[in-house]
């Protein structure tokens, strides 16, 4: 019990003077005082015990303390509480403002999603099914324990305070919130000369701020350094690398988003939306778009060589385009990109299909583009490639990123801490990958995804963008497809092969997220596989604990309790499901979110590249905007673009979101290594792991100097780091921590 005025830290409790040795209490909690929490607080001994082989005398009190951390599902939470209980996502919309700012709820059978860490808050007085807001600089509850430390809040805030001055300066010069780049010099001043003194009002900002003349020299000092950007990595090698095909292509299998490219399986592709509301299902393009550009061969021989692959963006994007297009400055079309690969293993893309809702029968709502023949031809090519980088950052913004590592991840998360002690071993053994990720998840619900939230005013989608992702959770997401080899499978970028290592054989041999991903999938496994069967001898054993049973079944039944009749859910029977499960949740903690996630202001820092969202369609001959375009082609392109604002903007953002912070924990590494538990051959195993993960290291950074391996290694590409397990702290665009922490 503390019985301090304030709550203090416990670290660990290690007793001294036993027989056998000192007896570790890993604790790793905030206590409060006993004036706001009076109840004692419980903590147990390093030594992992399965439910039903828990000490009689410790039985009541393992028992006591989940009841304690489930709370009884009522009440407002306060931060200092230590509650973990589930919600639906119906407080990203602020009615009480403005209904403009009103947003449907999300998680219940018209738009399913995951469930988030319930807070208890008041309804809003102008929707009572919506939750009230809090905003920043206020803190949203999520339990005590799980709140970021002082260096990972230091590292937030910082990113923050750059993200709260490119605020204040629409309010300066209003002028520029429409203004656009003139040219890419334009844009590489953001580098050089920054922000503020690139618009010429730097002094101008200081003399707004109501604070003595001493601080806001200080401030002006400092802020050269806050609102000037690093360059880059994608300009860091050859500046003009992101105009060309190959760069392009390259991005699908080893930039920021390598987890959507899939095989063409059928030419034409065919759409599985609905044809009386959508149109016609099959796709526009044809062999005679592709089959100058298939190296001699038909489409039919390329198809059976597995030679055409696709990013297919069509089925996301066709049901919101009609909303979308109708937003202010905000223009989009469902895409499909069809790739050929070549004799050297790397992929050209052949053909761009772009399709708008279909009105009426004598509409044009599909156009096929294919690479250019001349001077005009080369800059439609280049706005086809805009749009096509456009629907892909918002599908990995909004999809792979923030949905399947994210969100998904939570409801795994909420029901460890309220179904498994922790001493369970299980719960020892997935507590390193849980770690910030609710803290996280409510910032993100803050300020990121919410009403009028940087994602909406960011990317292409808008308000719909959650909804996107709803749609995307209810027809395509699948637990058992969410592992590495399971999904490399399913896009038909492998096919199963028991002669090769991993038992699978690439199509795409030089698939750099996929060589090194199989690498740490490989040890994950291994790992979890020897932790498992130290404790569960047999399926019985897995079975007959209590405990782990409760976890899975309320992290399907109510976590993802929307998709909970799916017949696809792995079943928890066997040694074998359990390695299976676990596999998969410390994959997509570690690697499969450091993949997705730290590459963000490398590769889309230089907007160009990867322009979050456009702001015009491609004009044809009969538009009126032709003759713009062709005047003037670069004009046209940068009007197509973010503005000045929206770039800026959106830079401060994925600058934060690809920092790692100073007391980020690596994958190998944990918390009191050698006391994180008391079972010593455990120990042993985890440094047998923390080894292996460093083989890795060497073995990616082998491939990277390879020029054998051309989608990581030439003059001028960028090795694929995203996936070396270690990180020194700020943007590296490498380094796999243990869990989704920013």
Same mark, same amino acid.
């Given at each position: 019990?503390?019985?301090?005025?304030?709550?203090?830290?416990?670290?660990?409790?290690?007793?001294?003077?036993?027989?056998?040795?000192?007896?570790?209490?890993?604790?790793?909690?905030?206590? @409060?005082?006993?004036?706001?929490?009076?109840?004692?607080?419980?903590?147990?001994?390093?030594?992992?015990?399965?439910?039903?082989? +828990?000490?009689?005398?410790?039985?009541?009190?393992?028992?006591?303390?989940?009841?304690?951390?489930?709370?009884?599902?009522?009440?407002?939470?306060?931060?200092?509480?230590?509650?973990?209980?589930?919600?639906?996502?119906?407080?990203?919309?602020?009615?009480?403002?403005? !209904?403009?700012?009103?947003?449907?709820?999300?998680?219940?059978?018209?738009?399913?999603?995951?469930?988030?860490?319930?807070?208890?808050?008041?309804?809003?007085? +102008?929707?009572?099914?919506?939750?009230?807001?809090?905003?920043?600089?206020?803190?949203?509850?999520?339990?005590?324990?799980? @709140?970021?430390?002082?260096?990972?809040?230091?590292?937030?805030?910082?990113?923050?305070?750059?993200?709260?001055?490119?605020?204040?300066?629409?309010?300066?010069?209003?002028?520029?919130?429409?203004?656009?780049?003139?040219?890419?010099?334009?844009?590489?001043?953001?580098?050089?000369?920054?922000?503020?003194?690139?618009?010429g009002f730097e002094d101008e900002i200081f003399n707004k701020f109501p604070l003595p003349k001493g601080i806001v020299n200080t401030l002006q000092e400092?802020?050269?350094?806050?609102?000037?950007?690093?360059?880059?990595?994608?300009?860091?090698?050859?500046?003009?690398?992101?105009?060309?095909?190959?760069?392009?292509?390259?991005?699908?299998?080893?930039?920021?988003?390598?987890?959507?490219?899939?095989?063409?399986?059928?030419?034409?592709?065919?759409?599985?939306?609905?044809?009386?509301?959508?149109?016609?299902?099959?796709?526009?393009?044809?062999?005679?778009?592709?089959?100058?550009?298939?190296?001699?061969?038909?489409?039919?021989?390329?198809?059976?060589?597995?030679?055409?692959?696709?990013?297919?963006?069509?089925?996301?994007?066709?049901?919101?385009?009609?909303?979308?297009?109708?937003?202010?400055?905000?223009?989009?079309?469902?895409?499909?990109?069809?790739?050929?690969?070549?004799?050297?293993?790397?992929?050209?893309?052949?053909?761009?299909?772009?399709?708008?809702?279909?009105?009426?029968?004598?509409?044009?709502?599909?156009?096929?583009?294919?690479?250019?023949?001349?001077?005009?031809?080369?800059?439609?090519? @280049?706005?086809?490639?805009?749009?096509?980088?456009?629907?892909?950052?918002?599908?990995?913004?909004?999809?792979?990123?923030?949905?399947? +590592?994210?969100?998904?991840?939570?409801?795994?998360?909420?029901?460890?801490?309220? @179904?498994?002690?922790?001493?369970?071993?299980?719960?020892?053994?997935?507590?390193?990958?849980?770690?910030?990720?609710?803290?996280?998840?409510?910032?993100?619900?803050?300020?990121?995804?919410?009403?009028?939230?940087?994602?909406?005013?960011?990317?292409?989608?808008?308000?719909?963008?959650?909804?996107?992702?709803?749609?995307?959770?209810?027809?395509?997401?699948?637990?058992?497809?969410?592992?590495?080899?399971?999904?490399?499978?399913?896009?038909?970028?492998?096919?199963?092969?028991?002669?090769?290592?991993?038992?699978?054989?690439?199509?795409?041999?030089?698939?750099?997220?996929?060589?090194?991903?199989?690498?740490?999938?490989?040890?994950?496994?291994?790992?979890?596989?020897?932790?498992?069967?130290?404790?569960?001898?047999?399926?019985?054993?897995?079975?007959?604990?209590?405990?782990?049973?409760?976890?899975?079944?309320?992290?399907?039944?109510?976590?993802?309790?929307?998709?909970?009749?799916?017949?696809?859910?792995?079943?928890?029977?066997?040694?074998?499901?359990?390695?299976?499960?676990?596999?998969?949740?410390?994959?997509?903690?570690?690697?499969?979110?450091?993949?997705?996630?730290?590459?963000?202001?490398?590769?889309?820092?230089?907007?160009?590249?990867?322009?979050?969202?456009?702001?015009?369609?491609?004009?044809?001959?009969?538009?009126?905007?032709?003759?713009?375009?062709? !005047?003037?082609?670069?004009?046209?392109?940068?009007?197509?673009?973010?503005?000045?604002?929206?770039? !800026?903007?959106?830079?401060?953002?994925?600058?934060?979101?690809?920092?790692?912070?100073?007391?980020?924990?690596?994958?190998?590494?944990?918390?009191?290594?050698?006391?994180?538990?008391?079972?010593?051959?455990?120990?042993?195993?985890?440094?047998?792991?923390?080894?292996?993960?460093?083989?890795?290291?060497?073995?990616?950074?082998?491939?990277?100097?390879?020029?054998?391996?051309?989608?990581?290694?030439?003059?001028?590409?960028?090795?694929?780091?995203?996936?070396?397990?270690?990180?020194?702290?700020?943007?590296?665009?490498?380094?796999?921590?243990?869990?989704?922490?920013?």
């Amino acid at each position: 019990m503390n019985k301090h005025q304030k709550e203090f830290f416990l670290e660990c409790i290690t007793i001294e003077g036993f027989a056998l040795g000192p007896v570790h209490f890993p604790c790793n909690s905030w206590v @409060q005082s006993q004036n706001d929490h009076p109840e004692k607080r419980i903590f147990f001994t390093n030594q992992p015990f399965l439910p039903n082989e +828990t000490p009689d005398g410790l039985r009541k009190l393992r028992e006591t303390e989940l009841k304690n951390l489930r709370g009884n599902g009522s009440g407002v939470r306060k931060l200092s509480d230590r509650i973990y209980d589930f919600d639906v996502y119906n407080d990203l919309g602020n009615p009480d403002k403005s !209904s403009e700012l009103s947003r449907p709820k999300l998680g219940g059978k018209e738009r399913p999603y995951p469930r988030r860490c319930r807070t208890g808050r008041q309804p809003t007085d +102008t929707d009572k099914k919506a939750e009230s807001r809090v905003e920043k600089p206020l803190p949203m509850y999520v339990p005590r324990d799980e @709140q970021f430390e002082e260096t990972k809040q230091d590292t937030f805030a910082a990113g923050r305070l750059k993200a709260v001055l490119h605020h204040l300066v629409p309010s300066l010069k209003a002028s520029i919130l429409a203004e656009d780049f003139a040219d890419f010099g334009e844009i590489d001043g953001l580098y050089k000369e920054g922000l503020l003194l690139k618009l010429g009002f730097e002094d101008e900002i200081f003399n707004k701020f109501p604070l003595p003349k001493g601080i806001v020299n200080t401030l002006q000092e400092s802020s050269k350094g806050l609102l000037k950007y690093d360059t880059p990595k994608i300009l860091s090698k050859d500046k003009n690398a992101w105009l060309r095909d190959d760069e392009f292509a390259r991005q699908a299998i080893a930039g920021i988003n390598p987890v959507n490219i899939e095989r063409v399986k059928t030419f034409p592709p065919v759409s599985n939306l609905d044809p009386e509301i959508y149109g016609p299902q099959h796709s526009a393009l044809t062999s005679d778009h592709i089959i100058g550009h298939l190296d001699g061969l038909s489409v039919q021989r390329a198809l059976e060589e597995n030679r055409l692959f696709m990013l297919d963006y069509h089925d996301i994007f066709l049901p919101f385009l009609d909303r979308i297009n109708a937003l202010d400055g905000r223009k989009a079309y469902a895409t499909r990109t069809v790739f050929f690969l070549t004799r050297l293993g790397t992929l050209k893309p052949v053909a761009i299909e772009l399709s708008l809702p279909t009105h009426g029968p004598n509409h044009r709502s599909k156009r096929v583009v294919t690479p250019p023949v001349d001077a005009t031809s080369n800059w439609v090519w @280049q706005l086809a490639k805009a749009h096509v980088s456009s629907n892909d950052a918002g599908v990995h913004q909004l999809v792979n990123h923030w949905l399947r +590592t994210h969100a998904c991840l939570e409801p795994f998360i909420i029901a460890a801490h309220r @179904q498994l002690s922790a001493m369970h071993p299980i719960f020892k053994l997935l507590d390193p990958h849980m770690r910030y990720t609710l803290e996280i998840n409510a910032l993100a619900r803050q300020s990121l995804i919410s009403a009028d939230g940087v994602i909406e005013g960011g990317f292409t989608a808008g308000q719909y963008g959650l909804e996107m992702s709803s749609a995307a959770y209810k027809s395509s997401w699948r637990f058992d497809m969410e592992g590495l080899p399971a999904d490399l499978i399913r896009r038909g970028m492998a096919v199963p092969d028991p002669t090769q290592p991993h038992g699978l054989k690439l199509l795409v041999e030089d698939y750099p997220y996929a060589n090194d991903g199989l690498l740490i999938w490989s040890a994950i496994q291994t790992w979890v596989r020897t932790y498992v069967e130290r404790y569960y001898p047999n399926s019985n054993s897995i079975q007959a604990d209590s405990e782990l049973q409760s976890w899975y079944s309320e992290s399907i039944n109510v976590g993802h309790a929307d998709l909970r009749e799916a017949e696809w859910w792995p079943k928890l029977d066997t040694v074998d499901d359990l390695v299976s499960i676990l596999t998969t949740l410390v994959w997509l903690a570690s690697a499969q979110h450091a993949a997705l996630n730290f590459g963000q202001y490398p590769y889309g820092g230089y907007v160009p590249n990867r322009p979050p969202l456009m702001r015009r369609l491609i004009p044809d001959e009969s538009d009126p905007e032709y003759a713009s375009f062709i !005047s003037d082609p670069e004009k046209f392109y940068f009007s197509s673009m973010p503005s000045l604002l929206q770039t !800026s903007k959106f830079m401060a953002v994925v600058d934060t979101l690809s920092t790692h912070s100073p007391d980020e924990e690596y994958i190998g590494e944990r918390q009191q290594p050698s006391t994180w538990t008391g079972d010593a051959e455990i120990v042993d195993a985890f440094y047998g792991f923390a080894a292996e993960i460093g083989r890795i290291e060497k073995e990616i950074e082998k491939r990277n100097s390879d020029p054998n391996r051309r989608n990581r290694c030439g003059a001028g590409v960028l090795p694929y780091e995203l996936l070396v397990p270690s990180s020194e702290p700020g943007v590296t665009c490498r380094g796999v921590p243990n869990s989704v922490s920013i």
